[in-house]
Every structure is written in structure tokens, then in C-alpha cells.
């Protein structure tokens, strides 16, 4: 950390230099291009390739000698060797201030709806910050207060969200505030504060600042392990495997599973003030669905639309390799940026696999040596470092705010085992597998109960908060019902080798009862207002009522009665979960299931 920062110091010292550091194209591999260069450059430094009338971003991922190599964020069409190279003196870094929120950005944090055509021009840059509004200025800070990084100074209201101007995050040490402005309105660009150092030295602030999105923010006192359930209103994931706020999770699956369509319902319903979608090299139809379908969404928080504590970082299949990598680290530090405001994030990246292709191709074209199916050796250590930002964080004030973090994996062949998805399964603490399976019978959510896991549940600081907050039994109940699933399992697999008559009927029974759990509590309908989303206060009341029916000694004389009883069982449960809870309607199913339960008891 003090290393990126004393390179962010001497950045400013190389900028204001009468020569820069320049260079010259001596060789070009797709969008990997070698440059000779005439001075100092640094690893992941960022440097413009003129060509003709255009300049293309591309950033040094390698310097041997005079060589740098760098990865150029642009198309190549038209390169040739000889043409020249400026160096900027700093590295890929994310412009941070208000109006960000709602904003549609690439990976390069230029804001797509100032760019005109059908198609984004090769060499247009924009600013990702609207510098003529005038925001609403309340100094939170006064006179005298003794500040350090990431300390608030006052606060604007971007969206109905409390937006936090902050001492910014590259000053070291600690200041006295000089002085800071009335409220009022001002524009980003407005002296808003003046801190002194212990030098004596005045540092005059506005609203905007600057982050290499490589360096991870550190504004904070301490960060502990996640304990906070955080509620998504999925039932699959809430009630079986639970995700912490501030923890990280992935989605496997093969195309078509509704990995995209998980990630819309948890965007929509979780339990977070600020919602990131990195669009990381998905198809570009994919990515301009959620440019329609969230200005749509109704945010069921606010009543509003959900777009406007949404912000859309979109890089799709056809755009460059090396924009992927910068789509996912551009979102992550937007992410810690808001983190240090005291707000809970929730970060969602689709797909994770394509910013491994893109690491995979430009490794190849590096000449390194090759991991497993090509990857980056280091594959795992990137993947790993990366889901490390995201997590529970106790502010310098002592609020507290979170980065949740989700991805999605596309595994060539809906093959778990691949380098990515065994990578990507270390890093992060719940796996949500997608079933093939269950999304062909139309079991959807189509996570497979079997398989997937959070390893939260093995937290005690996890589990003493779900005692407390949901039910003593509560975790005990969870493990009843993942147990009643396995063994449902097995019934249903000796069923299939011996056929229903080569079994007893207990096995029938066994098998029934995990379908039981399978359709009322796994399976959720998105396109129901009310079985869309399940507060975790229902969900306990329906696991144990359903845990309830498991237990009791039923009487059957065939199996054929086996699966027509549970079947009459399973309707009035789906009736209940499409019923408004606690209703006269929702208490009308209930006895009536109260009733059917009388029939097969002994």
C-alpha cells in the first residue's frame, strides 16, 4: 500500500516534468503491442498510442529492458510500428465523486450515454462526471477536526443517498481542517475544505478525487470476518446456504441455467443501499437487457426504479480482451469507494470466465509459461486477491459498510472442474452450483442443493448471530433439511436401479418428502409479486412447518398413494408461498393442509 502510494506521489513529480516519458511501437501482437521507450515507466502505468488522429489507452502490464509491453484497451486496426507512445506517470485510475449513481460506464469509466452512434468510436474518452450540477453541500466537518484519509468532510444527496465528500484517499497522515465552505450548492469542481498538514502545508480540496483501481481502498479501521446474514430474499440461498454481508459468492453454471437471472433477483431484492453490475465480456444482447430491464425495475426498498442506486459497468464479448480486466476492477473500487461512505454494497460480476480468458490470452501472447488449459499460473493468486476487497469493514468514525460480492462462472461444458471455477471455488466462501438438470425440468432457481455450500455456516460468529436474529434451532433445522434432500437423493437413485415396485415403500416416502423441500422451500417464482421475494422471518416459519410434515408417521398401503398424497401436500404449500403471509387466505391453506395431514396418519 505505501509502495502504490509513494508511486501515486512520484506520479504527480513525473507529470509535472517539461519531458515526458515517450516511446516508439516496435511491435504489435493483436492488442498486446511493444514499446521502446526513452526514459522510466512503471508496471501497470497507463501511456496514449497515437494513431493519426486518435490516441488509444493501453496500459503497461510488462517492462524488460526498454521494452514495455502494453495492453492496449482499443482495437489495433491500423497500428503500425514506429508510431509514438506518451506516458502519463500514472496508473489506470477511476474518477470518484457525485453522479456516479445511475450512470451507465464501460470499463474505462467513460459514461456511454455521451457517447453518440450506434457503435463506440475508437479514441473518444469521456468524463465520467457531470461538472456543471450544482449539489446540495452539508459540512459534516468543522474547523480544527484532526482528519486522515477517508474522513468525511460534509455530504451531498445524490439519488436519496447520503453521498459523503472525503479527505482523499492518497494523503498520508493526519490534518487539521482549515476550513470548510457553508452549505449550499457548488459543483464538483467548487473548493469545498482546506486541510493543513503537520508541515504546515495548506491542501485545498473539492468533491472529486482520483483511485488507481488496481490498489485496493483501505479507508477503513478494521475489517473482520463477515457474521451479518445477508438477506436476498432467495429462499435456496437465504434459508441452504447463506451468504454474510461483505462475503463472497459465486454462480457455476452451464449457458442457459439463469445464472443472469439469479443475479437480477438478488440485485433487486438483497439487502443493500448500492447495487455495481460488472457486465465483464457477456453477450452483448445480455448486457442490453439490463440497459432496458432495470430503468424498468420497480426498487421494492424505495418504490422507485431500481436504476437509480444502480450503477452499470458494461464490457461485452466483442469489445477488446484487456477492457474485460479493467470492467472488474473499475467496479470494485467504485464499490470501495461507496464502502467508505458507511453504505452496504452489493457487487455483482458477470462473467468471471471472460476476465480469465482475457488473462489467459494476453499470458499466451506474453510467452508465458502456461497453467492448466493455458491459464495464468498465478490464475488462482488474481482471482483470490481480487474477492479479497470485498468484504465488512469497521469505518475510521466506527460506522460499519460492506462489499458483498457475487460472480458468475461460465464453465466451458458446464464443466465445474476447470481452472477458473476450482480458482474462483477457493477464493470465495459460498459456491452456488447451477444444475443442467433442474433447469431442464424447470426447477428454477436451478441451484443444486447437493452440491452447492456456505462455508459461513461453519462461522461461530455466523452462527451465533443466526441464533439470535432467526432461531436458536435454526441452524439445526438447515442441516435437517440439506440432510432430508441427500437422503431423498439416494431413495430416488435406488428407485430408478430397482423401479418403484423393487423398493419399500419407506423409500418412496423418503423421496417424497425431499421433494416436499425441493418445491416449497428451493424452487421460487420470479414472476410472482409475492413468491419472488421472502423475508427471512417467512422462511422460518415455513421451513419448520414444513420440517414438521417430514416428521410425521405417515400410513400408506401402496406406493402409487405415496406421490398422489405428497403431491395434494406440496399444492396447498404453493398456494401458501403465492398468499400475502399471514393473511386470511395464506390461514385458510393452512388449515386445509392441517385437514389433509389427518388423512395418512397412523
Request: proline share 5%.
Amino acid at each position: 500500500m505505501n509502495r502504490a502510494l509513494n508511486f501515486l506521489k512520484n506520479s504527480h513529480i513525473c507529470m509535472e516534468r517539461k519531458i515526458k516519458t515517450t516511446g516508439t511501437v516496435t511491435g504489435i501482437i493483436a492488442n498486446l503491442v511493444i514499446v521502446e521507450v526513452n526514459g522510466p515507466v512503471a508496471q501497470n502505468e497507463i501511456c496514449f498510442i497515437v494513431l493519426k488522429e486518435e490516441k488509444l489507452m493501453a496500459e503497461v502490464i510488462k517492462v524488460v529492458g526498454k521494452n514495455a509491453y502494453v495492453q492496449v484497451f482499443e482495437s489495433t486496426r491500423g497500428l503500425k510500428p514506429g508510431s509514438s507512445v506518451e506516458f502519463q506517470g500514472h496508473l489506470l485510475e477511476v474518477t470518484l465523486g457525485p453522479g456516479i449513481l445511475s450512470r451507465n460506464y464501460d470499463g474505462l469509466q467513460n459514461d456511454l450515454d455521451k457517447m453518440k452512434g450506434v457503435f463506440l468510436k475508437r479514441g473518444e474518452y469521456t468524463d465520467p462526471l457531470n461538472r456543471e450540477i450544482l449539489w446540495d453541500f452539508k459540512p459534516l466537518a468543522k474547523p480544527g477536526d484532526r482528519v486522515i484519509a477517508g474522513d468525511w468532510l460534509g455530504e451531498v444527496d445524490e439519488k436519496d443517498m447520503p453521498h459523503k465528500i472525503m479527505v482523499p484517499f492518497v494523503l498520508q497522515g493526519t490534518y487539521t481542517v482549515k476550513s470548510v465552505v457553508p452549505a449550499g450548492k457548488y459543483t464538483v469542481n467548487d473548493k469545498i475544505a482546506v486541510i493543513t498538514d503537520a508541515a504546515g502545508k495548506d491542501t485545498e480540496l473539492d468533491m472529486v478525487q482520483k483511485w488507481p483501481v488496481k490498489i485496493p481502498i483501505k479507508a477503513y479501521r478494521e475489517k473482520p470476518r463477515p457474521f451479518k446474514l445477508l438477506e436476498t430474499g432467495v429462499r435456496c440461498m437465504d434459508t441452504l446456504n447463506p451468504i454474510a454481508e461483505g462475503g463472497t459468492g459465486f454462480i457455476p453454471g452451464p449457458f442457459g441455467t439463469g445464472k443472469t437471472v439469479m443475479q437480477h433477483a438478488i440485485s433487486k431484492q438483497a439487502e443493500a443501499d448500492i447495487v455495481i453490475i460488472s457486465a465483464c465480456g457477456e453477450r452483448a444482447n445480455e448486457v442490453v437487457e439490463i440497459f432496458y430491464e432495470f430503468p424498468e425495475l420497480e426498487d421494492p426498498r424505495t418504490g422507485k426504479k431500481l436504476i437509480e442506486r444502480t450503477i452499470i459497468i458494461a464490457n461485452t464479448s466483442n469489445m477488446p480482451v484487456a477492457a474485460r480486466e479493467a470492467s472488474v476492477y473499475t467496479a470494485m473500487t467504485i464499490g470501495e469507494y461507496y464502502r467508505s461512505m458507511g453504505l452496504k454494497v452489493l457487487l455483482m460480476a458477470d462473467s468471471t470466465s471472460r476476465w480469465a480468458q482475457a488473462l489467459r490470452e494476453m499470458s499466451n501472447r506474453l510467452e508465458e509459461l502456461p497453467g492448466p488449459d493455458a491459464f495464468p499460473m498465478d490464475l488462482s493468486a488474481i482471482i483470490s486477491n481480487f474477492y479479497a476487497r470485498a468484504g465488512y469493514v469497521y469505518l475510521n468514525n466506527g460506522a460499519t459498510a460492506s462489499i458483498t460480492f457475487i460472480g458468475t462462472v461460465s464453465p466451458a461444458g458446464g464443466n465445474l472442474k476447470e481452472p477458473v471455477t476450482e480458482s474462483t471455488r477457493k477464493a470465495a466462501r459460498c459456491f452456488y452450483g447451477l444444475s443442467q438438470a433442474r433447469a431442464d425440468s424447470k426447477r428454477y432457481p436451478a441451484i443444486d442443493p447437493i452440491d452447492s455450500y456456505s462455508k459461513y455456516l461453519e462461522y461461530p460468529e455466523v452462527q451465533e448471530y443466526l441464533s439470535k436474529n432467526v432461531s436458536e434451532d435454526w441452524l439445526n433445522e438447515v442441516l435437517k433439511a440439506k440432510d432430508i434432500l441427500y437422503r431423498g437423493k439416494e431413495a430416488m437413485e435406488q428407485i430408478n436401479i430397482l423401479g418403484d415396485d423393487g423398493v419399500p415403500i419407506n423409500f418412496h416416502e423418503r423421496y417424497w418428502k425431499s421433494e416436499l423441500i425441493d418445491f416449497v422451500i428451493l424452487q421460487q417464482d420470479a414472476f410472482d409479486r409475492i413468491d419472488a421475494s421472502t423475508p427471512i422471518s417467512r422462511q422460518k416459519y415455513m421451513l419448520k412447518k414444513v420440517l414438521d410434515v417430514t416428521e410425521k408417521p405417515f400410513r400408506f398401503e401402496n406406493f402409487e398413494s405415496v406421490g398422489s398424497y405428497f403431491k395434494r401436500i406440496i399444492n396447498l404449500f404453493r398456494q401458501m408461498n403465492y398468499s400475502e403471509f399471514d393473511s386470511a387466505k395464506f390461514r385458510k391453506y393452512e388449515s386445509d393442509l392441517e385437514l389433509l395431514l389427518q388423512e395418512k396418519l397412523n
